[in-house]
């Protein structure tokens, strides 16, 4: 059985001040907690040593919200998987719905992206969802096997094992709209079987594959109670301690 996963991008918010606070406080509702999940949170670049120092508890893991493809070199603002290794980084978001289609990164530059976090030792969370005409148009299914199969086709299956996959359509991030836990079966559903057409379903069963989009405390648990949800990916409701602890509590 899939250990869930509950996971906080924190965006482009908080400064390294803030995100410290947000972090004692979260370490405090958590400490001595019984949990039932795996915690992640994904501060902004120049947080993430604050945020690091200050968690008082080895339940909280951190990731990076994005990574550049190659290692090191004349890459000017670029952030490579190996820094983010240093720092105590354990996950890097790939593919985020606003790294696809506000900053413009397609499959090649996102498949890279993936293999360099791969190569770099970190878990990607890799990202697929479809836009509101997509959906409309009837073609969901066909534009987030598309985006799964971008990211792991050729990949070994030790390698894709190591791969957590979140879904998160993008007509519901930020606009309070959120997909059924019907929708979100079945895409994940479908997700799982496009892991197993590639590689195999033992692979398949082992992937987490997340739901990310508008996640609060008040539909959490009914997202997380859905067969193939395997956890949450959460943006605004991840900036408050107490809303993001009562979406982890959710997790039975």
Same mark, same amino acid.
């Given at each position: 059985?899939?250990?869930? %996963?509950?996971? +906080? ?8 001040? $803030? !995100? &410290? =606070?947000?972090? /004692? *406080?979260?370490? @405090? ?23 690091i120092q200050t968690i008082s508890t080895n339940r909280i893991e ?29 996950? %890097?978001?790939? +593919? ?8 413009? $990164? !397609? &499959? =090649?530059?996102? /498949? *890279?992206?993936? @293999? ?137």
């Amino acid at each position: 059985m899939i250990e869930k %996963v509950i996971a +906080g991008n924190w965006k482009m918010n908080m400064d390294h001040v $803030e !995100g &410290a =606070e947000l972090a /004692r *406080k979260l370490s @405090e509702l958590i400490d001595d907690k019984n949990l039932k999940c795996r915690v992640i949170i994904f501060p902004p670049f120049t947080t993430i040593p604050s945020v690091i120092q200050t968690i008082s508890t080895n339940r909280i893991e951190i990731g990076a919200q994005d990574l550049y493809f190659e290692d090191s070199g004349a890459f000017t603002g670029e952030v490579s998987g190996k820094m983010l290794k240093s720092l105590g980084c354990k996950y %890097v978001l790939v +593919g985020h719905s606003e790294r696809r289609h506000v900053i413009g $990164e !397609g &499959a =090649e530059i996102l /498949r *890279k992206k993936l @293999e360099a976090a791969l190569r770099n030792g970190l878990t990607p969370v890799y990202c697929v969802g479809e836009k509101l005409d997509e959906r409309e148009a009837g073609k969901a299914f066909d534009v987030v096997t598309r985006q799964v199969l971008e990211g792991i086709d050729g990949l070994g299956a030790e390698e894709v094992k190591r791969i957590i996959i979140a879904y998160e359509p993008v007509w519901a991030i930020g606009t309070g709209r959120t997909a059924t836990p019907d929708d979100a079966g079945k895409m994940h559903s479908k997700i799982r079987e496009v892991v197993t057409g590639n590689v195999s379903e033992d692979v398949a069963r082992s992937v987490p594959i997340l739901y990310g989009g508008s996640v609060k405390p008040s539909n959490a648990g009914e997202l997380l109670a859905v067969e193939d949800v395997d956890g949450v990916l959460v943006g605004g409701a991840s900036l408050d301690a107490e809303a993001f602890f009562k979406i982890i509590e959710s997790v039975h």
